[in-house]
């Protein structure tokens, strides 16, 4: 064969590679996952995009930054194909709306009540002005069962809406409030601050609250890159667990943090409220809707199965 015409084949074949390739960008299906905020209990996200294990399954994700109260509401309207919110897809389902959570990233809250160094402990907080974001949320739930269990009726405080963790942190450290709930990196922060750490939310409260969500209409359409995210997502998941030096410097672009230290203890931290799998057990489940409900004042019985489906999971091992 002539030189030329072998050297044209061979230029024509280089140029087909990555449209024949299936995890090549050329050939990988464009999906955006709607987030909340930039936290620590999205590192999943980070390190799958980072790593490539979702380019590796055929997959180019954009995470869409947007307001919780949206997710869903974005979610049902197509343009976005899953959401992170996983409290938001279950009010949604227990109301009707065809939303399934896939799978849990965490099970409990990563949350801390921070005192003012004068409070010794919890039961110096009767008659105080505790801090949550905003009232029926996930703050106001932990604060309630956090008093509650130390046995104070949380009509003995006074719950004030300060709004986002940039307020709470100023509002602990002026003294306007006795106590708040702080998350990652925040409760670190105040730590350094010479605040007190009263309490882990998570040890009060068992609450799965990110994870995947889809909607009905997707997991009947496409099962198959249903599969593909959580493959790509597990594989996150566990390269997170075993490697953290790689995902400290990963989450240090992902946070926009430049403080190692401080970044180590958010790994760390968030390491205590890891599904194991990507599931949460039927019992949490269970209560999870039950609560749901009786917020929401809806009487009528749902089943697990109609808000939580995690068989698009790998079997457990």
């Known amino acids: 064969m002539p030189t030329r015409r072998r050297t044209l084949l061979a230029v024509l074949a280089l140029a087909l590679l990555p449209a024949l390739s299936p995890s090549g960008p050329a050939q990988a299906e464009n999906v955006k996952i709607g987030i909340p905020s930039i936290s620590v209990t999205t590192m999943p996200l980070a390190v799958a995009k980072e790593r490539e294990f979702f380019l590796k399954e055929g997959l180019n994700v954009e995470t869409v930054l947007m307001p919780a109260a949206l997710n869903i509401k974005v979610l049902l309207s197509g343009d976005i194909q899953y959401a992170t ?11 009707g709306i065809n ?3 896939v799978m849990c990233f965490v099970d409990r809250p990563l949350l801390d009540l921070v005192a003012t160094p004068d409070v010794r402990s919890i039961a110096d907080l009767k008659g105080k002005l505790l801090g949550i974001s905003s009232r029926g949320g996930l703050h106001d739930i932990t604060m309630r069962s956090i008093l509650a269990q130390s046995g104070i ?5 006074t719950l004030l809406a300060v709004g986002t963790q940039g307020s709470m942190f100023t509002a602990l450290k002026a003294g306007r409030i006795s106590a708040g709930l702080l998350n990652p990196p925040y409760n670190f922060l105040a730590y350094r601050e010479g605040l007190k750490n009263l309490a882990f939310g998570g040890n009060y409260v068992r609450l799965p609250s990110t994870g995947l969500v889809a909607t009905r209409e ?3 359409r496409s099962p198959d890159q249903v599969r593909r995210m959580i493959r790509a997502l597990a594989r996150a998941r566990a390269f997170a667990r075993e490697n953290k030096p790689a995902t400290v410097a990963i989450l240090k672009r992902f946070l926009r943090l430049d403080d190692e230290d401080l970044i180590s203890k958010i790994y760390d931290y968030h390491k205590t409220v890891e599904t194991t799998d990507g599931r949460i057990d039927t019992a949490l489940a269970a209560d999870t809707i039950r609560d749901t409900r009786q917020a929401e004042g809806i009487t009528k019985e749902i089943p697990v199965s109609q808000v939580f489906d995690f068989s698009y999971l790998e079997p457990a091992r």
């Open 153 to 157: 009726d949380p009509s003995q405080a």
């Open 218 to 220: 997707m997991l009947e």
């Open 85 to 95: 919110t996983v409290g938001s897809a279950v009010v949604a389902a227990v109301r």
């Open 99 to 101: 939303t399934r959570v």
